[in-house]
């Protein structure tokens, strides 16, 4: 992760007292960019799926959904969100680094802690970038997917797009769609240099790629030759997608 690449962050706070002392700690960092907060669990999962943060803070006492369960849900469901949990108590702390925690704060909270918060979610990201720059870069003959019924045994090159809703994976052709539980890691690892991870919740087929445009204020939308529906590109990764696709960088 660039040193002066900015940390999407989100704040879950049911106290509006902390909640104001925890943005005026996040002030402080400028990598920080503090794009959404929630009050409680329902209203974090929907802002989440908005924003698609980096980097989320969590109260684990917070209504509706607690900081626990709804810290498994985003682990599965957006993986490349780092979770940090904020509490009065200690006792959660080994249930949560179960669930990969990037960090677990104890209140009050210092600028310290935030420091070493942002520090730890650079660290793993590099981390994940360095596994990815490992990957094999020739595209499979054949991917084979386990579905709910049968085996299916697809052509990567006649892939347009893979998407993930709700923990749900759906690989599209022009012809039919295969959905399997398969995570978007696991099938980005086993596909091959053609495919770029555009989105939290899409892998695209760069071959297929023939128009980009605006869709909203954290995304772009990806058009496909011959096909209607369409898929996401993360504003944050534009300009890498167009350098992928062979233009230069802006």
């Given at each position: 992760?660039?040193?002066?690449?900015?940390?999407?962050?989100?704040?879950?706070?049911?106290?509006?007292i902390?909640?104001?002392?925890?943005?005026?700690?996040?002030?402080?960092?400028?990598?920080l960019?503090?794009?959404?907060?929630?009050?409680?669990?329902?209203?974090?999962?929907?802002?989440?799926?908005?924003?698609?943060?980096d980097?989320?803070?969590?109260?684990?006492?917070?209504?509706?959904?607690?900081?626990?369960?709804?810290?498994?849900?985003?682990?599965?469901?957006?993986?490349d969100?780092?979770?940090?949990?904020?509490?009065?108590?200690?006792?959660?702390?080994?249930?949560a680094?179960?669930?990969?925690?990037?960090?677990?704060?104890?209140?009050?909270?210092?600028?310290?802690?935030?420091?070493?918060?942002?520090?730890?979610?650079?660290?793993?990201?590099?981390?994940?970038?360095?596994?990815?720059?490992?990957?094999?870069g020739?595209?499979?003959?054949?991917l084979?997917?386990?579905?709910?019924?049968?085996?299916?045994?697809?052509?990567?090159?006649?892939?347009?797009y893979?998407?993930r809703?709700?923990?749900?994976?759906t690989i599209?052709?022009?012809?039919?769609?295969?959905?399997?539980?398969?995570?978007?890691?696991?099938?980005?690892?086993?596909?091959?240099?053609?495919?770029?991870?555009?989105?939290?919740?899409?892998?695209?087929?760069?071959?297929?790629?023939?128009?980009?445009?605006?869709?909203?204020?954290?995304?772009?939308?990806?058009?496909?030759?011959?096909?209607f529906?369409?898929?996401?590109?993360?504003?944050?990764?534009?300009?890498?997608?167009i350098?992928?696709?062979?233009?230069?960088?802006?």
């Amino acid at each position: 992760m660039g040193e002066n690449e900015v940390i999407r962050t989100m704040l879950i706070e049911d106290d509006s007292i902390i909640g104001s002392y925890m943005r005026s700690l996040f002030s402080k960092f400028s990598r920080l960019d503090l794009v959404a907060c929630a009050q409680d669990g329902q209203e974090a999962l929907e802002m989440i799926e908005r924003f698609l943060p980096d980097l989320v803070f969590i109260d684990i006492n917070i209504p509706l959904i607690d900081g626990m369960a709804l810290a498994a849900m985003i682990r599965e469901q957006y993986p490349d969100s780092s979770v940090v949990f904020t509490t009065a108590y200690s006792q959660y702390a080994a249930e949560a680094f179960k669930l990969e925690a990037c960090d677990y704060l104890v209140k009050p909270i210092t600028e310290q802690d935030i420091e070493r918060v942002i520090k730890r979610h650079m660290k793993y990201k590099d981390a994940q970038n360095s596994a990815a720059a490992k990957m094999p870069g020739n595209q499979p003959e054949r991917l084979i997917i386990q579905t709910s019924f049968n085996t299916s045994v697809i052509d990567p090159a006649q892939i347009l797009y893979i998407e993930r809703i709700n923990r749900t994976t759906t690989i599209v052709t022009k012809s039919s769609k295969y959905r399997c539980n398969e995570k978007l890691d696991a099938l980005e690892a086993r596909l091959g240099k053609n495919f770029f991870r555009s989105h939290r919740g899409y892998i695209i087929n760069l071959d297929r790629v023939e128009k980009i445009r605006p869709f909203n204020d954290t995304s772009q939308d990806v058009s496909f030759h011959g096909y209607f529906d369409r898929a996401l590109v993360n504003r944050k990764k534009l300009q890498e997608l167009i350098i992928r696709l062979g233009g230069k960088k802006h």
